[in-house]
């Protein structure tokens, strides 16, 4: 269940989304983008200026994200397929169903791709951030 205001903050985090993977190619269209699909967002009413948005990510086969940050606490549930995550500083990890990932607001993500190129991923992303705030933006 959304509402209008809903509805732009998660269309704003899809269109970062698309901008970040196009950049990562510096311009190029990648072979395969990841799709994001918003599932929920809700306002936190004891944490005021607060939401969480819900997406589910699917990697296609192949599939990478470029760096970037989400300035939100992100917590990553993988549902299917395998993928390999990394934060800037941290240590490059596989995921594998059933397993998790979590990023912090000040944690910049240097690797987000698919770990097969035959198989499809799909995963679950929790993110609890400011509200009408993008959920990706590019970072360096």
Same mark, same amino acid.
């Given at each position: 269940?959304?509402?209008?205001?809903?509805?732009?903050?998660?269309?704003?985090?899809?269109?970062?989304?698309?901008?970040?993977?196009?950049?990562?190619?510096?311009?190029?269209?990648?072979?395969?983008?990841?799709?994001?699909?918003?599932?929920?967002?809700?306002?936190?009413?004891?944490?005021?200026?607060?939401?969480?948005?819900?997406?589910?990510?699917?990697?296609?086969?192949?599939?990478?994200?470029?760096?970037?940050? =989400?300035?939100?606490?992100?917590?990553?549930?993988?549902?299917?397929?395998?993928?390999?995550?990394?934060?800037?500083?941290?240590?490059?990890?596989?995921?594998?169903?059933?397993?998790?990932?979590?990023?912090?607001?000040?944690?910049? =993500?240097?690797?987000?791709?698919?770990?097969?190129?035959?198989?499809?991923?799909?995963?679950?992303?929790?993110?609890?951030?400011?509200?009408?705030?993008?959920?990706?933006?590019?970072?360096?």
């Amino acid at each position: 269940m959304t509402n209008d205001n809903t509805k732009r903050s998660v269309n704003i985090g899809k269109a970062a989304l698309v901008a970040v993977l196009l950049g990562a190619a510096g311009g190029r269209l990648m072979a395969q983008q990841a799709v994001v699909t918003p599932v929920m967002t809700k306002e936190l009413a004891d944490v005021p200026g607060k939401e969480a948005l819900m997406l589910v990510v699917e990697y296609p086969p192949g599939s990478s994200d470029a760096v970037h940050r =989400h300035n939100a606490d992100a917590f990553v549930y993988v549902l299917e397929g395998s993928i390999v995550m990394q934060v800037k500083g941290g240590k490059q990890v596989t995921l594998t169903p059933g397993q998790t990932f979590y990023e912090g607001p000040d944690d910049v =993500h240097v690797v987000g791709r698919n770990a097969s190129t035959t198989k499809p991923a799909r995963f679950v992303v929790l993110l609890l951030k400011k509200q009408g705030a993008p959920a990706v933006v590019p970072a360096q």
